[in-house]
């Protein structure tokens, strides 16, 4: 079965300081993952897609994320946090045939001014 | 949330009463999900469509019914709405997850008195 733990469900930064959000995946394969972004009270917006190609992925908005199979990471990063950063994040991951995606919990970005 | 489109955006309704949610989209994309978004559970699937006429159970699915008609709506039927069902809903759209992913909706927000 197929799942991912996002390993903390609230993460605070400093406008301007690094951005890091983890993610841990379970996959019997070489899995498909994806970062989510949710602004309040919006629906949920692709930030980046890994489907098995470069292990770096570049997304919007300057965020990026790098899968590490050693490890069964895909974690999310950015050099500098924005006050529009702030949002909920999801971590997904599909099933083999891609028919159904499993969403993290979720982990809260706070940017302090 | 360019073409796709959910209806209501905010729903009260009593218990034991059907409730119909609708999504609409005009990218006629194969694609079609339903999720319901709760408070530590992340996103979880409830139906999806790959198809008109074609429809499967995701991982949350009893009390909910679905049909696709068209390829452009899916409805989502909650059959005799509980309190457990107060959520918010999502529908998703895609051709091509391993490409492109999910393109979501701006959201349901569903209340069970």
């Known amino acids: 079965a197929q799942s991912v733990t996002q390993l903390d469900s609230h993460v605070s930064v400093s406008e301007g300081t690094p951005v890091l959000l983890r993610c841990n995946y379970s996959s019997s394969y070489s899995p498909s993952l994806f970062w989510y972004v949710q602004h309040p009270n919006k629906g949920l917006q692709l930030l980046l897609k890994?489907?098995?190609?470069?292990?770096l992925v570049k997304g919007i908005n300057g965020f990026e994320a790098e899968f590490k199979k050693s490890e069964t990471s895909f974690h999310l990063t950015k050099p500098s946090a924005h006050m529009s950063d702030a949002a909920e994040y999801f971590c997904v991951v599909s099933d083999r045939a891609g028919n159904q995606f499993y969403f993290g919990t979720g982990t809260s970005l706070t940017v302090i001014p | 949330d360019a073409g796709i489109t959910q209806s209501p955006r905010h729903k009260v309704t009593e218990t034991g009463t059907p409730v119909t949610l609708r999504c609409h989209q005009t990218e006629n994309h194969r694609y079609m999900y339903w999720y319901r978004q709760d408070p530590g559970h992340g996103l979880r699937l409830i139906h999806y469509s790959y198809g008109v006429k074609d429809t499967d159970k995701g991982e949350v699915s009893d009390g909910y019914s679905v049909s696709r008609s068209k390829t452009e709506d899916f409805l989502l039927t909650l059959e005799s709405a509980t309190s457990s069902q107060t959520s918010v809903y999502f529908c998703?759209?895609?051709?091509?997850?391993?490409?492109?992913?999910?393109?979501f909706g701006s959201g349901t927000r569903l209340t069970v008195v």
């Open positions: 998703a759209i895609s051709e091509s997850w391993r490409n492109y992913g999910y393109t």
């Open positions: 890994y489907t098995s190609a470069a292990t």
